[in-house]
């Protein structure tokens, strides 16, 4: 298992900039695909990046060329850099961690980032 604490929420006006960051424990961290959702009110909860054990990005193309997905193995943490940001970007951000051979699934508590002026 792995347990996951998210950090970096909070209130930023639009065009602004946050960095999450998500610390991983208790695990092998290069077993596990990582990767940033998030849920705003009402709605679904969605893929904002994901990133491989060996650095493969994939982002949802709503966010793609805004933030940036990144983790570091030593530390045990995967952050995501947030650029340019939108009211619509408002939402609770969730950590993930896939495990790759059993597919199964941990996450954050998640963190508020809110885009308002």
């Known amino acids: 298992q792995v347990q996951l604490v998210e950090s970096g929420g909070g209130l930023v006006q639009p065009g602004g900039s946050l960095r999450l960051s998500c610390a991983a424990s208790?695990?092998?961290?290069?077993?596990?695909?990582m990767g940033w959702y998030r849920q705003a009110p009402g709605k679904q909860r969605e893929l904002v990046a994901t990133?491989?054990?060996?650095?493969?990005?994939n982002y949802s193309d709503s966010v793609k060329g805004r933030f940036t997905i990144s983790r570091d193995h030593a530390k045990k943490t995967v952050d995501v850099q947030m650029n340019s940001l939108k009211p619509e970007d408002t939402a609770v951000y969730y950590c993930?961690?896939?495990?790759?051979?059993?597919?199964?699934?941990?996450w954050g508590q998640g963190t508020q980032v809110t885009v308002s002026s």
């Open positions: 993930n961690a896939h495990h790759v051979f059993t597919s199964n699934n941990y």
């Open positions: 208790g695990s092998i961290f290069s077993t596990y695909r």
């Open positions: 990133i491989t054990s060996g650095g493969r990005t």
